[in-house]
Nanobody
Framework: QVQLVESGGGLVQPGGSLRLSCAVSGSFFSSYDMSWYRQAPGKQRELVAVITTLRNTDYADSSVKGRFTISRDNAKNTVYLQMNSLKPEDTAVYYC?????????WGQGTQVTVSS
């Protein structure tokens, strides 16, 4: 069973930065398209960013473009989400997703709270 473990969340003031990490178990990390999703209270889970096996990136939410950067380190089986200029509306649980074909795996999530 593939396991994903997110870390790096926490409480940060508006304008601050956080870097989320997601470590993936197993030997097939380089074959997964990796994504970050987030779910705010009372809202549906939404896609934030994706990085493909070829390292192509896309940011689904225009509000994060220019502020968030997704990257991956295949040697460490880890995907990152660098979040800068954080806003209160970025407050959510952030989830990591690994996908290869019809198979998808989720992490348990990490809470990000942006508040003064």
């Amino acid at each position: 069973q593939v396991q994903l473990v997110e870390s790096g969340g926490g409480l940060v003031q508006p304008g601050g930065s956080l870097r989320l990490s997601c470590a993936v178990s197993g030997s097939f990390f380089s074959s997964y398209d990796m994504s970050w999703y987030r779910q705010a209270p009372g809202k549906q889970r939404e896609l934030v960013a994706v990085i493909t096996t070829l390292r192509n990136t896309d940011y689904a939410d225009s509000s994060v473009k220019g502020r968030f950067t997704i990257s991956r380190d295949n040697a460490k089986n880890t995907v990152y989400l660098q979040m800068n200029s954080l806003k209160p509306e970025d407050t959510a649980v952030y989830y990591c997703n690994a996908r290869a074909g019809a198979y998808g795996y989720w992490g348990q999530g990490t809470q990000v709270t942006v508040s003064s």
